[in-house]
């Protein structure tokens, strides 16, 4: 199927795209989809979901199968659009030289992103209390796209692992400054869990620690990160991080 005009979904298809944690294609929340889907179809809408934009034909193409030929690339990607579903095809607009995404479909990772950057970049009346809701921890723990391993899903996995980590520390923070330092602490902990030797995490609980006006939880949280790295790096704290506590000569 080709045109010079994007082909999209119709208004009231309910299309949802699951990249964080696992891939996922549902249409109205139930019905899966993803058994029609095959292996590269599955590959071709993550790549479209990924980039979040008009891609053309032949980036597509080299992307997906970057050891073949131009003409073998580009006929395989002919194959992948055409054993698309039903949903597949309504579930990507097609030209005669670009691909995206239907705007029919919604996909978890944009919505995360977006969530990201208003905690990270908050606008007067832009961070909304809904941002600040305990599940908001649970999105932002989740990895794009775990068990895919190709080069192409790691780099884009990466920036977003790099993206939520430090929306964790700026919700930690926000609740922090709301009084809710049991869903801080929890977004504190969730980016150590991601990151056990980021520094930056471990900065971040500590400063909830005290706002709370735990000294005690401030020192146990600083001696649990020294330990850690000292036995995994054998580097200690940086004084940026000793100087967070009320007494600065810890030994």
């Known amino acids: 199927m080709s045109s010079t005009e994007p082909t999209n979904a119709a208004a009231h298809d309910d299309i949802r795209l699951s990249m964080l944690?696992?891939?996922?294609?549902?249409?109205n929340e139930s019905e899966t989809l993803?058994?029609?889907?095959?292996r590269e179809a599955q590959?071709?809408?993550?790549?479209l979901a990924l980039r979040d934009r008009r891609v053309s034909r032949t980036s597509i193409a080299g992307t997906l199968w970057p050891d073949a030929s131009e003409?073998?690339?580009?006929?395989?990607?002919?194959?992948?659009l055409s054993r698309l579903s039903a949903l597949g095809q309504d579930a990507v607009a097609i030209t005669d030289t670009d691909l995206e995404l239907s705007l029919a479909v919604s996909v978890d990772l944009h919505d995360a992103?977006?969530?990201a950057h208003r905690l990270l970049e908050p606008s007067p009346g832009e961070t909304s209390p809904a941002d600040l809701r305990a599940d908001a921890?649970?999105?932002l723990s989740l990895d794009c796209l775990p068990d895919w391993y190709d080069d192409w899903v790691l780099i884009e996995s990466e920036e977003?692992?790099?993206?939520?980590?430090?929306?964790?520390?700026?919700?930690?923070?926000?609740?922090?400054?709301a009084h809710r330092f049991g869903d801080a602490i929890a977004a504190a902990l969730a980016a150590i869990r991601a990151d056990p030797l980021r520094e930056s995490a471990w900065a971040t609980l500590i400063r909830v620690h005290l706002a709370e006006g735990n000294q005690s939880e401030a020192f146990r949280a600083f001696e649990q990160y020294r330990e850690l790295v000292s036995r995994e790096l054998k580097v200690e704290p940086t004084s940026a991080l000793r100087a967070l506590l009320p007494v600065r000569n810890v030994s």
């Open 21 to 27: 944690g696992s891939f996922d294609l549902r249409r």
């Open 34 to 38: 993803l058994p029609a889907l095959t």
């Open 137 to 139: 921890i649970e999105v």
């Open 160 to 177: 977003w692992r790099q993206l939520r980590l430090h929306a964790l520390a700026a919700l930690a923070v926000a609740l922090a400054e």
């Open 71 to 80: 003409q073998h690339a580009h006929a395989s990607l002919r194959s992948a």
């Open 113 to 115: 992103r977006r969530l």
């Open 43 to 47: 590959h071709l809408l993550a790549l």
